[in-house]
């Protein structure tokens, strides 16, 4: 009979936690066991840039966005490519370099990549580099997060950033 009520309590305690931590619930919702009865997780995305599989993205619409990207590098001395907006930023990354610009008092345009996803594609293929942000300065690709931070941190970065004559 103890043992019994033990379970029973285990059982309410156990009902308790999960509607008191929804994360919890969610993980056992996701488990499920295969055949040999090892544990499998399934990922279930609530936003496309942490799908498996990438969304095909139109060429004609591609390369007008490329198009674009080049023509706003060029027209614009200091542009960055970030998650979120200065006033915001929706990554660690971005945020560290808005950080960093922001010591030198540096003017610039920012894109959210988050925005539209041909932005966030587009620019990853003109600069070769898979992450984001992305800085460019006088129409070059500087780097991203970790370059821009190293080139901060050795006193580079302010001769990239000075207005050239």
């Known amino acids: 009979m103890q043992r019994l009520v033990l379970r029973h309590a285990t059982r309410s305690l156990a009902r308790a936690h999960l509607s008191t931590a929804p994360w919890t619930a969610t993980a056992a919702a996701?488990?499920?066991?295969?055949?040999?009865?090892?544990?499998?997780?399934r990922s279930f995305a609530s936003h496309s840039d942490?799908?498996?599989?990438?969304?095909?993205?139109?060429?004609?619409?591609?390369e007008a966005a490329i198009k674009e990207i080049k023509e706003d590098i060029a027209a614009?001395?200091?542009?960055?490519?970030?998650?979120?907006?200065?006033r915001?930023?929706?990554?660690?990354?971005?945020?560290?370099?808005?950080?960093?610009?922001?010591?030198?008092?540096?003017?610039y345009i920012a894109y959210n990549v988050l925005a539209d996803p041909m932005?966030?594609?587009?620019?990853?293929?003109?600069?070769?580099?898979?992450t984001i942000p992305q800085l460019y300065v006088d129409g070059e690709f500087v780097g991203g997060?970790?370059?821009i931070t190293e080139l901060h941190q050795n006193g580079e970065l302010?001769?990239?950033?000075?207005?050239k004559k």
């Open 88 to 107: 915001a930023p929706q990554c660690g990354f971005s945020a560290r370099v808005i950080q960093i610009l922001s010591e030198y008092g540096t003017k």
């Open 119 to 130: 932005i966030r594609a587009g620019v990853k293929k003109i600069s070769n580099w898979p």
């Open 30 to 41: 996701l488990r499920s066991q295969t055949n040999n009865g090892a544990m499998q997780f």
């Open 50 to 62: 942490f799908s498996a599989t990438p969304t095909k993205l139109n060429e004609d619409e591609m």
């Open 145 to 147: 997060c970790d370059i």
């Open 158 to 163: 302010k001769d990239v950033l000075a207005e």
């Open 76 to 86: 614009n001395r200091i542009v960055l490519f970030m998650k979120g907006e200065p």
